[in-house]
């Protein structure tokens, strides 16, 4: 896995591809199920992700999915 960039806090979608084992068709769904973090418009033809977010995805899937569950439940 490349180092993650630290200068910067949003991931866009072409950066994602390089580090998260999964396509973009596939973290869509996820995204859509709540299992992936949820991406969010840079400008009218540019998403992204949350570094943060992406990297505490990427230590554990499930633990992340299960934080998140938690916090929506507050």
Known sequence: MPPMNS????????????????????????????????RFQISSRKIGYHRAEIADWLRDPNAWR?????????
Do not use: H
């Open 7 to 38: 200068q910067s806090t949003i991931l866009t979608s072409r950066e994602l591809d390089k580090i998260v084992p999964l396509s973009s068709t596939t973290r869509w769904r996820q995204e859509k199920l709540g299992r992936f973090p949820r």
């Open 66 to 74: 299960s934080k998140q569950m938690a916090a929506a439940v507050k």
